[in-house]
């Protein structure tokens, strides 16, 4: 540009340049104004949950059963004098209380699996009612998000 003349094409590109930085700087802006983030407490929430609870009270009703096979069987195994016989009755109840677990922890899982989808559920119904394009574990966010973990917790319990 010393011999007065104006480089056209350095302009022009210059001129590409300033629109394009200025509208991603307007895109991030109006996306900003448009993602509404939101928290919940899941711990709260999963304390506040009836099917948890029920869960909770169900399993403690199973380890209940078990040890009370398990305290049958000892006396039994006791009991008896015959070595061999011991042990064929040691293998019996064994088998019979793992099964007897396995069958509760199924069943336990599976009610979990209900539970953690309800929750989840409710959580994106209260989101998308209010507008809310992501939600956060509250444990896991510093700061920032509308806490919705009230409404979530007034529809588990």
């Avoid at 008896?80 to 007897?100: F, G, H, Q, R, V």
């Amino acid at each position: 540009m010393s011999n007065g003349k104006v480089n056209y094409g350095l302009v022009v590109l210059v001129a590409v340049i300033a629109s394009v930085i200025s509208s991603l700087v307007t895109y991030k802006a109006v996306s900003a104004d448009k993602m509404k983030f939101a928290v919940v407490d899941v711990n709260r929430v999963v304390l506040s949950s009836k099917e948890i609870a029920a869960l909770s009270a169900e399993r403690q009703v199973q380890v209940q059963e078990l040890k009370k096979m398990a305290d049958e069987a000892n006396a039994k195994i006791t009991a008896e004098k015959d070595a061999d016989a011991k042990k064929a009755l040691s293998e019996k109840a064994l088998s019979t209380i793992n099964a007897k677990k396995e069958t509760f922890d199924k069943v336990h899982a599976s009610g979990l699996q209900a539970a953690d989808k309800k929750i989840n559920d409710v959580i994106n119904a209260i989101a998308e009612k209010e507008g809310l394009s992501v939600v956060f574990n509250k444990a896991s966010l510093v700061n920032g998000g509308v806490d919705i973990t009230d409404s979530v917790v007034e529809q588990v319990r």
